[in-house]
């Protein structure tokens, strides 16, 4: 039995084409996700009539709103809303009527983007296959297609969170269980984005999906953008991974390879790795005058003191480049006005030699 969707036409928008029309918004409301299309009246006109063809001239348990000759809906905002009032109608009662032929016909779920029910369990089937890693079959229905998608930005999804949470720990088995998680993830991810992939060069191919409905080549275009974009993210997400896991490598070796180094330096001549002992406590000859008369709770308060005072010198410090920073911001305003002024002698200057020269022209004629 398939589920049936809440659907309602909630409002209505005017294309945005040289001779506008009307289009009724159409929403339905799904167990996992909600949608919303846009159809015209002549598009409701064309399924009334396939609808009637297909039953052999039965007609549907409802009927459109009647067409208007000498009124457009979108100069009458009061024509328009009775028809959506209308058309929403017709919708609901096709999809509430007992006789589930009218609504289960490949017209009427085409008409809403809904797959057909005779594939109803193999989309089912298919997306549960999909997220197990058990299927490698393209994906060739344009609505199971879809579905598939979105379950694949959840696997991308969880993976980024799983090596956000690997960056965030400390402890390296909860590192490993992230890694782990966040592998599979992706791989998951790989294996829908192959059948996606596929799927596009099959309907591409003829343009038809299973359910009967035609692509266009836009959507076309824009779904292989979708997978793109999805590979690209993957690709990221797993290089990042890697990255990561070569880096907490080459930290665990270097730290073996510091402590070994330490080991060997602090241990006594002709000591052999048996007779080595931990070091424990404070180490004797890195003591200070100040370190050396005190015990582990005076080291302790020095080193507070001596952060304070560090604190102190910072904030006086940072005083310091405060005052100088406001003496430069001065200086600059300065050099502005500097400028200014030596810009106004120039004008001056040119000024003054014009006259000059105009002088001189003068003189020239007495002469």
Same mark, same amino acid.
């Given at each position: ?10 409002? @209505? #928008? !005017?294309? +945005?084409? $040289? ?6 918004? *159409?929403? /339905?409301?799904?167990? &996992?996700? %909600? ?35 000498? @009124? #457009? !809906?979108? +100069?009458? $905002? ?6 959506? *009032?209308? /058309?929403?109608?017709? &919708?609901? %009662? ?51 297609? /879809? ?221």
């Amino acid at each position: 039995m398939t589920t049936r969707p809440e659907i309602s036409i909630p409002t @209505t #928008s !005017t294309s +945005s084409t $040289p001779k506008p029309f009307t289009l009724y918004n *159409i929403t /339905l409301r799904l167990p &996992l996700r %909600t949608f919303t299309l846009q159809k015209r009246y002549s598009d409701f006109t064309t399924l009334h009539n396939t609808l009637t063809s297909q039953a052999n001239g039965v007609s549907p348990p409802a009927s459109l709103p009647p067409k208007s000759y000498f @009124t #457009s !809906t979108t +100069s009458s $905002p009061a024509l328009a809303e009775s028809r959506r *009032i209308g /058309l929403q109608a017709y &919708l609901q %009662t096709i999809n509430t009527d007992p006789d589930e032929r009218w609504r289960n016909t490949p017209a009427f779920r085409s008409f809403l983007n809904l797959p057909s029910t005779s594939s109803n369990g193999r989309h089912s089937n298919d997306i549960r296959s999909a997220i197990n890693g058990a299927s490698s079959q393209p994906i060739t229905d344009p609505v199971a297609w /879809l579905d598939h998608h979105r379950h694949l930005k959840s696997f991308l999804h969880s993976a980024r969170l799983a090596i956000t949470k690997r960056d965030q720990s400390a402890s390296p088995q909860s590192q490993h269980e992230c890694s782990a998680s966040a592998k599979k993830s992706l791989v998951q991810a790989g294996q829908i984005t192959a059948n996606l992939d596929q799927g596009l060069k099959t309907l591409s191919s003829d343009a038809w999906g299973s359910t009967g409905e035609k692509l266009g080549d836009g959507e076309l275009r824009r779904r292989r953008d979708l997978v793109e974009s999805a590979r690209k993210e993957k690709e990221g997400l797993e290089n990042l991974l890697n990255a990561m896991v070569a880096k907490s490598s080459l930290d665990a070796t270097i730290a073996q390879a510091s402590t070994a180094s330490k080991e060997k330096l602090l241990a006594a001549p002709g000591e052999s790795q048996a007779q080595r002992k931990p070091a424990t406590g404070r180490v004797l000859g890195k003591e200070t005058d100040r370190t050396r008369a005190l015990d582990n709770q005076g080291v302790l308060q020095l080193q507070k003191q001596l952060m304070q005072e560090q604190d102190q010198d910072v904030d006086v410090l940072a005083q310091a480049v405060a005052r100088q920073q406001k003496i430069a911001g001065e200086i600059q305003a300065e050099l502005v006005v500097q400028q200014g002024l030596l810009g106004l002698l120039d004008e001056d200057v040119d000024r003054v030699q014009g006259k000059i020269g105009v002088a001189n022209n003068r003189i020239g004629k007495l002469r």
